[in-house]
Antibody, heavy 119, light 108 residues
Framework: QVHLVQSGAVVKKPGASVNVSCTAS????????MHWVRQAPGQGLEWMGM????????NVAQKLQGRVTMTRDTSTSTVYLELSSLTSEDTAVYFC????????????WGQGTLVTVSS | DVQLTQSPSTLSASVGERVTITCRAS??????LAWYQQKPGKAPTLLIS???SLESGVPSRFSGSGSGTEFTLTISSLQPDDFATYYC??????????FGQGTKVEIK
C-alpha cells in the first residue's frame, strides 16, 4: 500500500526554522513528484512548492521564495521541508502530497504536521 | 497567476439532493483541474482529475465537467458521508498550483 508518513507536531518560536519530513512507502520514490501544501487554522489550502525526488529539482511558490527549502533523501525515500524566519502566520498544518507528473492532481497525501509558532 | 473562485462558499443541502459546486478560473486552464474532498482534521482526498476523470474508488454519484474557465462538481444524490469541504485546484500553470477557497457542504 502507498503511504506518506509525516513527522510529528512541533512548536517553534518566532524567528526560528522548522523542518518537516515526509517518508514514502509502497511505490518508487523517484518516479513521482512531491508537493507541499499548508492549511492555516480554519482556512483553505495553500500550495507551497514541489520537488522532483528523482533529480532534486524544486519549484517554490513566489511568496515563500527565500524562506522555503525542499530536499530529498533517496536512500530513505524521504522529502524534507524547511521553513525559516517563522512568524505566527506560519502556524498551520503542513501536508506532503504525491503527484504522478507535473501536470496532475495530488493522489496520495500525508497525514499532516501541525506547526505552531508561538512565543 | 491563475485565480480560482468557487461558488457558493457554503451550501446547505439534504440527504438525497443533487448538489452542484462551480469553480471559475481567471484565465483558461484547458481541462487541467482537480477536485478534492476534505473532512475536518483530515488530509484532502482526490476525487476528480482532468476536470472529469473520476479517481479509482470514488463513488459514481460524483462527477465533474467543464473546460477553459468554468467547471462544475456535481453530487447526484447527497449522502451522509459527503458532508465536507470541497476544493478545486488548477495545474495548467506549474506555479502556483492554486486552489479555490473551498465550498463547505452542510446538512440542511
Amino acid at each position: 500500500q502507498v503511504h506518506l508518513v509525516q513527522s510529528g507536531a512541533v512548536v517553534k518560536k518566532p524567528g526560528a526554522s522548522v523542518n518537516v519530513s515526509c517518508t514514502a512507502s509502497g511505490y518508487t520514490f523517484t518516479s513521482y513528484y512531491m508537493h507541499w501544501v499548508r492549511q492555516a487554522p480554519g482556512q483553505g489550502l495553500e500550495w507551497m512548492g514541489m520537488i522532483n525526488p528523482g533529480g532534486g529539482f524544486t519549484n517554490v511558490a513566489q511568496k515563500l521564495q527565500g524562506r522555503v527549502t525542499m530536499t530529498r533523501d533517496t536512500s530513505t525515500s524521504t522529502v524534507y521541508l524547511e521553513l525559516s524566519s517563522l512568524t505566527s502566520e506560519d502556524t498551520a498544518v503542513y501536508f506532503c502530497a504525491r503527484a504522478v507528473i507535473m501536470r496532475s492532481g495530488f493522489d496520495i497525501w500525508g497525514q499532516g504536521t501541525l506547526v505552531t509558532v508561538s512565543s | 497567476d491563475v485565480q480560482l473562485t468557487q461558488s457558493p462558499s457554503t451550501l446547505s443541502a439534504s440527504v438525497g439532493e443533487r448538489v452542484t459546486i462551480t469553480c471559475r478560473a481567471s484565465q483558461s486552464i484547458n481541462r487541467w483541474l482537480a477536485w478534492y474532498q476534505q473532512k475536518p482534521g483530515k488530509a484532502p482526498t482526490l476525487l476528480i482529475s482532468e476536470a472529469s476523470s473520476l479517481e479509482s474508488g470514488v463513488p459514481s454519484r460524483f462527477s465533474g465537467s467543464g473546460s477553459g474557465t468554468e467547471f462544475t462538481l456535481t453530487i447526484s444524490s447527497l449522502q451522509p458521508d459527503d458532508f465536507a469541504t470541497y476544493y478545486c485546484q488548477q495545474y495548467n500553470s506549474y506555479s502556483p498550483y492554486n486552489f479555490g477557497q473551498g465550498t463547505k457542504v452542510e446538512i440542511k
